[in-house]
């Protein structure tokens, strides 16, 4: 992927109040692209590196109330109606990639929207500013997330600058499967390092994630080793059949165990809050039917990590 323009990115969304993003009250960035395919993933919006149109078929007032959206910009037959009593807008999305916020802005109910706008530094920070007294008071800042974050390094770079300049405690959540060069630009500018450890086993990790993991795991060891002043806490997105064996565990525990700097191994159970948004972008969820891991499993997985980190109960039972 080429970057946006110097000191300009896709961003999906500002989220403020986050408390699960790094520590005390947090400002979340999410920004676009991600270079993984995890069949789980919450945010599909994120994974492309360009923006997307999104439909939502019940927000439709129909062809006969509007159909302004059936008029040019958009390519012809991207947007059509079929023949019959329901006349509400349907998509073609083999064609639908080339209809932008021209399209979106005439949709009167917000049926139709784009994921993914140009943001600037200080556009984002105008916005993290505005929580400024949250954080002094509780310790928070910005965190960026995504998608993958690195994979817009220099604006990440020179975002995380900026803010510290103004005295904000800066996070990032990365799954690491970026070139090396990427994570040392930015990690220079950070101060809590958030990375997933989504499956230890090679073929595995391909299967579900979509790519390899020895470049993550790579990075990973770079990272700890380059940067020792950096806080860096690792994480494992729980799903059931996936990775909530024993062995996943153990085995992240002895990744990370013999770096001081890696100071906490966090696990997040499976939740299907974003199978909406799939069918907004067109596409089906893969993983409709998997369970939620129950709070059995969560308690006794979170044990070893207590035990490998010499605590006696878990921050988060």
């Known amino acids: ?10 961003v999906l969304n500002i ?36 923006p997307e149109l999104a439909y939502n078929v019940s927000k439709c007032i129909g062809k006969k109330a509007c159909g302004l959206c059936l008029k040019p910009p ?17 998509v073609n999305w083999d064609l639908a990639s080339d209809c932008g916020p021209e399209t979106t802005a005439v949709c009167p109910t917000g049926a139709l ?10 556009e984002v920070l105008a916005e993290v500013e ?3 007294a949250f954080y002094r008071e509780s310790g928070g800042g910005i965190t960026l997330s995504g998608g993958e974050c690195l994979l817009q390094h220099d604006f990440c770079a020179a975002l ?40 230890t086993d090679p073929e595995r990790h391909k299967k579900w994630v979509g790519t390899d993991n020895r470049r993550i795991l790579d990075n990973y060891k770079r990272a700890y080793e380059t940067f020792p002043e950096k806080t860096f806490i ?34 997040l ?17 893969e993983l409709k039917d998997f369970p939620l891991p129950p709070p059995e499993t969560m308690q006794r997985l979170r044990a070893i990590i207590d035990e490998a980190f010499g605590r006696t109960t878990s921050p988060q039972s």
């Open 269 to 285: 159970p499976y939740h299907r809050f974003g199978e909406a948004k799939y069918g907004f972008l067109g596409r089906v969820y």
């Open 130 to 132: 505005q929580d400024d």
């Open 234 to 267: 690792a994480r494992t997105p729980i799903i059931p059949g996936v990775n909530d064996d024993e062995e996943h565990i153990r085995a992240v525990l002895a990744f990370i165990r013999p770096y001081k700097n890696v100071v906490n191994y966090e696990l």
């Open 160 to 199: 995380l600058a900026e803010a510290h300049k103004r005295g904000i405690n800066t996070a990032i959540e990365t799954a690491g499967n970026v070139p090396w060069e990427f994570m040392q630009q930015v990690l220079p500018q950070v101060d809590m390092v958030l990375h997933d450890h989504k499956i």
């Open 74 to 90: 958009c390519p012809e037959g991207a947007l059509f109606v079929l023949d019959g009593p329901d006349d509400r807008v349907h």
């Open 113 to 122: 929207n784009l994921f993914g706008h140009e943001t600037t530094i200080d």
């Open 15 to 50: 989220q403020h109040f986050c408390t699960n993003d790094g520590p005390g009250i947090r400002t979340t960035v999410f920004l676009k692209f991600c270079s993984n395919r995890c069949k789980w993933c919450c945010n599909p919006e994120s994974i492309h590196p360009k």
């Open 1 to 10: 992927m080429e970057q946006q323009a110097k000191g300009t990115a896709l």
